[in-house]
């Protein structure tokens, strides 16, 4: 499924020799082609991909007029480029007052994927790559770097015109090195956080394995239903949608004594799951494998192996592995040897 782009355009922050921080317009639009919606659909892809994404909407009353501008826009009251712009510069100016330096192109994409109307803002850095051409030279180039998309932004422009009172259509990155994009992203943009995705990511995880520890199945049963789980999770998180409690329930088992469900248990919690959220890459891992580190122990591996190769006994505190990886016997007979 590819995107249909409305709107694409490219500008620059870059810092000149004056120390100073500088936006870079582009004097217009790009024409659609296949390149900008391979482009845009590379973008959409990278933006699900990340973990540790925030949810919210737009504040009602803020000295930011971005929202009212995207209006404009909506409306064919304000051209895209025109709003672009206007946003750069406006970007621009809440680093300086934030003090901090980004440098990168400023990518503002509209379009339309699986039926939904998206605005996609992202800052992308580029690295180099060498080429060797047929004279057997080396050829240098810049290329956008997808992969370290860190500042970014997806106003879900459906949802924010149908339901907006759900205060859910805006997804954004956190930022790295621990520091929140609300620092001056949100601002940039006048949106307040909704709900912490990594949070009920993690509450999910732990739902469901509390939910599976009081059901009447095996250890093959309960591994299988997390597996389904976690089939369910990366296909959402492919497509860019929300996991939801009530589709999650599908794979889990229900009472048929009680007539518990996963949904009924969620409701019970003392803090319920939102009943929909976007999915974390990262929190499903632990559907399917048991890690944890501290100590300078790093210990990683396959749920399924609890029980079988690995052994645990809560009363010493102690982990029994049998079978050891055959890289790691190799070092541990060297090590035990040399002494």
């Keep these: 499924m590819s995107a249909l782009i409305h709107q694409f355009v490219v500008h620059r922050l870059n810092l000149f020799d004056d120390g100073k921080l500088h936006f870079i317009p582009r004097n217009s639009c790009f024409d659609p082609s296949k390149e900008i919606e391979m482009l845009a659909q590379q973008l959409h892809a990278t933006f699900n991909s990340k973990p540790g994404k925030g949810v919210g909407g737009f504040v009602e009353e803020t000295e930011n007029t971005f929202s009212a501008d995207l209006s404009q826009v909506l409306q064919s009251e304000m051209d895209f480029h025109a709003?672009?712009?206007?946003?750069?510069?406006?970007?621009?100016?809440?680093?300086a007052k934030d003090e901090m330096i980004e440098t990168?192109?400023?990518?503002?994409?509209?379009?339309?994927?699986?039926?939904?109307?998206?605005?996609l803002i992202a800052l992308i850095d580029t690295k180099q790559h060498v080429a060797v051409n047929q004279q057997m030279d080396l050829d240098y180039s810049d290329h956008l770097d997808f992969s370290k998309m860190q500042l970014a932004v997806r106003i879900d422009i459906t949802q924010w015109q149908v339901t907006p009172e759900q205060f859910r259509y805006i997804s954004?990155?956190?930022?790295?090195?621990?520091?929140?994009?609300?620092?001056f992203f949100m601002h940039y943009i006048g949106c307040e956080e909704k709900v912490d995705v990594k949070q009920q990511n993690t509450q999910l995880m732990q739902n469901v394995d509390d939910y599976l520890s009081q059901e009447q199945c095996d250890v093959y049963e309960k591994n299988q239903h997390r597996g389904s789980v976690a089939s369910y999770f990366k296909e959402?998180?492919?497509?860019?949608?929300?996991?939801?409690?009530?589709?999650?329930a599908q794979f889990l088992p229900k009472d048929e004594d009680s007539g518990q469900s996963f949904t009924l248990f969620n409701d019970q919690q003392e803090v319920p799951l939102e009943q929909r959220f976007q999915p974390d890459r990262a929190a499903v891992k632990s559907l399917s494998k048991f890690s944890g580190a501290g100590g300078g122990v790093t210990i990683n591996f396959d749920r399924p192996l609890l029980g079988e190769?690995?052994?645990?006994?809560?009363?010493?505190?102690?982990?029994?592995?049998?079978?050891?990886p055959p890289n790691l016997k190799d070092q541990l007979l060297r090590a035990t040897k040399g002494k």
């Design 83 to 95: 709003f672009s712009v206007k946003s750069g510069e406006f970007l621009l100016q809440t680093l």
């Design 104 to 119: 990168g192109f400023l990518i503002f994409s509209q379009y339309e994927y699986l039926a939904t109307q998206y605005l």
């Design 172 to 183: 954004f990155l956190k930022g790295r090195m621990g520091r929140k994009v609300s620092d």
């Design 236 to 248: 959402k998180v492919v497509e860019g949608e929300d996991v939801t409690v009530e589709e999650i």
């Design 309 to 324: 190769r690995i052994l645990y006994d809560p009363h010493t505190d102690t982990l029994t592995i049998r079978g050891i």
